[in-house]
């Protein structure tokens, strides 16, 4: 992709963002080629991949974007006990719970299957899961930060305009101290984000969701509280944005599952990786 | 010099002179330890020329990055050579220096700082001047060939050791805040001067009370404008939270691994394990950040107030982390190692209040970064 092909691309990618969700983008991004086929995810919380080779046959179990419907295919990466291949199978023969959930905007559905052939045994090289899951964290953890961006703008917002006491409610060190405290918790996960792209390891990558994780719970925590009674309502965007982050957290590991285990790794091997070189 | 190239024979010259830099103490060592150890050390780095990239030539320096100086600060700290505390104050008074003495003091003063032959302090705040350093109170008189210094400066850490101070007076009326500032470089040695050493909760003295009594300071030791302290000073901190801040990242990294080494099998629950990891790691990947919009030439600002906010959360994270995992030590242990982790788990305490509380810091972040206007 060239330069401007890129801008190009960001642009659409960014009209889709801003004004679909759920199916219809999916619907709206479906104009990329990579999505022809569509793709079945980890169940919420977890990370392991979604199927299980059984001799000829795949046992499914996770969850798909709302356009996974429309697809006659799907990939499912599939552990055969030493390694993961890459299967694909027929939609129809899966078995599609629609989710409605915390957020039915959202659109998820959740994806079953006994066992069910697969058309391609092809084994993944052997760093092929790791990548994808790495880099589907990573774009999870940019969406949390994103959302998370939206909903200190909202308090901001609310907070410089909500008048009590004859003062604008910003002008309380209460308030200003929660908000100051989502934007820290934000910029750190930006960091955390940033850095694991260079950094390009499962490792930094899954730490890197665990803090966008953290951080999104953060912004909720105290976005919700500044905005309080209106906040409070349907009639004002930031329910949208809590539901969102909470799935958004669970997809592909959540902060704290994703943080136990990388402090069971660290309590085993009694080191520390040497990672984040300036 | 290339930041690689830096790297890879930088780690060869501290290998092949392991002898000649190891600490003379062990265990927590005495300040007075800490104080020789970073001179050494500081003196060798120099004159090996280590210590000059970075900095300009015409103080001294050989030029280069300020990458060099960020990974030389981490290199010496994570083989454990040099307190990053002691050590940042270089990192915090040079640059002021540089920016704002007059070339040919700057040009005579800076080597001496970064060889270790001079300690330097840092004068700002007051027994009524703590968070609201504005109000300063310590003042400059003109005479006829200098000023002449009366007042009093607290928690001046090393002013026991320094010959010289970066001092904020007040040259403007009493009311004058922040316009009404003047910033000094002042010999530690002149007539007048009386140190008062306060001994801090970890046992050490860390920093001191400053008496100036009546204290001539020549016209050519202003730094920047009359009046224009308060720049000085605003210009200083960010630096306190760049490569400084990374030195300290690499030394929270180091403890956390001797921890994990130290404590005793079931001490340490591995979901706060994972947590305090994680806030060691986002504090570098923000700092890493912070160090190369340096290193390009960004002027550091406001922002930077993100990146303290994160050292001093995780450095209390990294030794409450402690305290869990090496409690029998930290409590009763008299031998070296559970003195040295006893004191930097006080030190730690510390962390939110020094350089600008963590109020402070959430204040500038909401007025500065999320404009949220004045707070009163």
Same mark, same amino acid.
């Given at each position: 992709?060239?330069?401007?092909?890129?801008?190009?691309?960001?642009?659409?990618?960014?009209?889709?963002?801003?004004?679909?969700?759920?199916?219809?983008?999916?619907?709206?991004?479906?104009?990329?080629?990579?999505?022809?086929?569509?793709?079945?995810?980890?169940?919420?919380?977890?990370?392991?991949?979604?199927?299980?080779?059984?001799?000829?046959?795949?046992?499914?179990?996770?969850?798909?974007?709302?356009?996974?419907?429309?697809?006659?295919?799907?990939?499912?990466?599939?552990?055969?006990?030493?390694?993961?291949?890459?299967?694909?199978?027929?939609?129809?023969?899966?078995?599609?719970?629609?989710?409605?959930?915390?957020?039915?905007?959202?659109?998820?559905?959740?994806?079953?299957?006994?066992?069910?052939?697969?058309?391609?045994?092809?084994?993944?090289?052997?760093?092929?899961?790791?990548?994808?899951?790495?880099?589907?964290?990573?774009?999870?953890?940019?969406?949390?930060?994103?959302?998370?961006?939206?909903?200190?703008?909202?308090?901001?917002?609310?907070?410089?305009?909500?008048?009590?006491?004859?003062?604008?409610?910003?002008?309380?060190?209460?308030?200003?101290?929660?908000?100051?405290?989502?934007?820290?918790?934000?910029?750190?996960?930006?960091?955390?984000?940033?850095?694991?792209?260079?950094?390009?390891?499962?490792?930094?990558?899954?730490?890197?969701?665990?803090?966008?994780?953290?951080?999104?719970?953060?912004?909720?925590?105290?976005?919700?509280?500044?905005?309080?009674?209106?906040?409070?309502?349907?009639?004002?965007?930031?329910?949208?944005?809590?539901?969102?982050?909470?799935?958004?957290?669970?997809?592909?590991?959540?902060?704290?599952?994703?943080?136990?285990?990388?402090?069971?790794?660290?309590?085993?091997?009694?080191?520390?990786?040497?990672?984040?070189?300036? | 010099?290339?930041?690689?190239?830096?790297?890879?024979?930088?780690?060869?010259?501290?290998?092949?002179?392991?002898?000649?830099?190891?600490?003379?103490?062990?265990?927590?060592?005495?300040?007075?330890?800490?104080?020789?150890?970073?001179?050494?050390?500081?003196?060798?780095?120099?004159?090996?020329?280590?210590?000059?990239?970075?900095?300009?030539?015409?103080?001294?320096?050989?030029?280069?990055?300020?990458?060099?100086?960020?990974?030389?600060?981490?290199?010496?700290?994570?083989?454990?050579?040099?307190?990053?505390?002691?050590?940042?104050?270089?990192?915090?008074?040079?640059?002021?220096?540089?920016?704002?003495?007059?070339?040919?003091?700057?040009?005579?003063?800076?080597?001496?700082?970064?060889?270790?032959?001079?300690?330097?302090?840092?004068?700002?705040?007051?027994?009524?001047?703590?968070?609201? /350093? @504005? *109000?300063?109170?310590?003042?400059?008189?003109?005479? $006829?060939?200098?000023?002449? !210094?009366? +007042? #009093?400066?607290?928690?001046?850490?090393?002013?026991?050791?320094?010959?010289?101070?970066?001092?904020?007076?007040?040259?403007?009326?009493?009311?004058?805040?922040?316009?009404?500032?003047?910033?000094?470089?002042?010999?530690?040695?002149?007539?007048?001067?009386?140190?008062?050493?306060?001994?801090?909760?970890?046992?050490?003295?860390?920093?001191?009370?400053?008496?100036?009594?009546?204290?001539?300071?020549?016209?050519?030791?202003?730094?920047?404008?009359?009046?224009?302290?308060?720049?000085?000073?605003?210009?200083?901190?960010?630096?306190?939270?760049?490569?400084?801040?990374?030195?300290?990242?690499?030394?929270?990294?180091?403890?956390?691994?001797?921890? /994990? @080494? *130290?404590?005793?099998?079931?001490?340490?629950?591995? $979901?706060?394990?994972?947590? !305090?990891? +994680? #806030?060691?790691?986002?504090?570098?990947?923000?700092?890493?950040?912070?160090?190369?919009?340096?290193?390009?030439?960004?002027?550091?600002?406001?922002?930077?107030?993100?990146?303290?906010?994160?050292?001093?959360?995780?450095?209390?994270?990294?030794?409450?982390?402690?305290?869990?995992?090496?409690?029998?030590?930290?409590?009763?242990?008299?031998?070296?190692?559970?003195?040295?982790?006893?004191?930097?788990?006080?030190?730690?305490?510390?962390?939110?209040?020094?350089?600008?509380?963590?109020?402070?810091?959430?204040?500038?972040?909401?007025?500065?970064?999320?404009?949220?206007?004045?707070?009163?």
């Amino acid at each position: 992709m060239d330069g401007e092909e890129r801008e190009l691309f960001e642009k659409g990618l960014r009209h889709a963002t801003a004004n679909h969700t759920g199916e219809a983008l999916d619907a709206a991004l479906d104009t990329a080629p990579t999505t022809a086929v569509g793709v079945v995810l980890p169940p919420l919380g977890g990370w392991d991949a979604p199927g299980r080779v059984e001799g000829e046959d795949v046992a499914v179990g996770g969850v798909g974007t709302a356009g996974l419907r429309r697809h006659t295919a799907a990939v499912v990466v599939a552990g055969t006990g030493e390694g993961h291949v890459a299967a694909i199978v027929e939609t129809a023969r899966l078995v599609l719970r629609p989710v409605g959930g915390i957020d039915p905007v959202l659109g998820i559905v959740e994806v079953a299957a006994g066992r069910v052939p697969r058309r391609d045994r092809a084994p993944a090289p052997p760093a092929a899961w790791p990548a994808a899951l790495a880099a589907g964290q990573l774009a999870i953890g940019h969406e949390l930060v994103g959302a998370a961006r939206q909903m200190l703008r909202l308090a901001r917002d609310h907070a410089r305009e909500r008048i009590q006491f004859g003062r604008p409610i910003a002008s309380f060190q209460a308030v200003r101290h929660r908000l100051a405290d989502t934007r820290v918790a934000i910029d750190a996960a930006e960091a955390a984000l940033d850095a694991a792209w260079d950094d390009g390891s499962p490792l930094t990558a899954a730490l890197a969701k665990a803090i966008a994780g953290t951080g999104a719970r953060t912004a909720r925590h105290h976005c919700q509280q500044v905005l309080a009674g209106i906040g409070f309502t349907t009639e004002h965007p930031l329910h949208r944005y809590v539901r969102r982050t909470l799935v958004l957290d669970g997809l592909l590991g959540d902060a704290r599952s994703l943080t136990r285990r990388l402090g069971d790794d660290l309590l085993r091997s009694r080191r520390l990786p040497a990672i984040l070189p300036l | 010099m290339e930041l690689d190239a830096f790297r890879s024979s930088l780690g060869g010259w501290l290998d092949g002179h392991a002898a000649a830099l190891a600490p003379g103490h062990v265990g927590a060592g005495t300040l007075d330890d800490h104080m020789a150890q970073l001179a050494n050390v500081k003196r060798l780095a120099y004159d090996a020329g280590w210590m000059r990239w970075g900095w300009p030539e015409r103080v001294g320096g050989l030029g280069g990055s300020t990458l060099l100086r960020a990974y030389l600060a981490e290199a010496l700290t994570s083989r454990d050579l040099v307190d990053p505390g002691l050590y940042s104050m270089t990192e915090v008074l040079a640059p002021t220096m540089i920016d704002y003495a007059p070339p040919g003091l700057a040009a005579t003063m800076v080597p001496r700082l970064l060889r270790g032959d001079e300690t330097w302090c840092q004068g700002f705040s007051e027994p009524g001047t703590g968070s609201n /350093l @504005a *109000a300063l109170s310590c003042r400059a008189t003109r005479t $006829d060939d200098g000023w002449r !210094v009366s +007042g #009093q400066k607290v928690w001046t850490s090393l002013a026991q050791y320094a010959q010289r101070c970066v001092l904020l007076t007040r040259t403007g009326p009493p009311a004058s805040d922040h316009r009404g500032i003047t910033a000094l470089f002042v010999d530690m040695a002149t007539p007048g001067i009386t140190v008062r050493p306060i001994v801090a909760m970890h046992g050490r003295e860390e920093f001191c009370e400053v008496f100036f009594d009546d204290v001539a300071v020549p016209l050519d030791r202003t730094l920047g404008e009359v009046g224009q302290g308060w720049s000085v000073a605003m210009d200083l901190l960010p630096f306190e939270r760049s490569t400084a801040l990374w030195q300290r990242g690499a030394f929270l990294h180091l403890r956390l691994e001797q921890l /994990l @080494a *130290a404590a005793p099998p079931g001490t340490l629950a591995p $979901d706060e394990v994972g947590d !305090v990891f +994680g #806030q060691v790691y986002a504090l570098r990947a923000r700092s890493r950040a912070t160090q190369h919009r340096l290193a390009a030439g960004q002027r550091l600002g406001p922002e930077t107030s993100v990146d303290k906010i994160l050292l001093a959360t995780a450095e209390q994270a990294v030794f409450d982390l402690v305290a869990a995992g090496l409690a029998d030590g930290m409590l009763a242990g008299d031998d070296a190692d559970s003195e040295r982790w006893r004191a930097e788990f006080l030190y730690s305490r510390a962390a939110t209040i020094y350089g600008g509380s963590a109020e402070i810091q959430r204040n500038i972040v909401a007025r500065r970064l999320l404009d949220m206007g004045a707070d009163r």
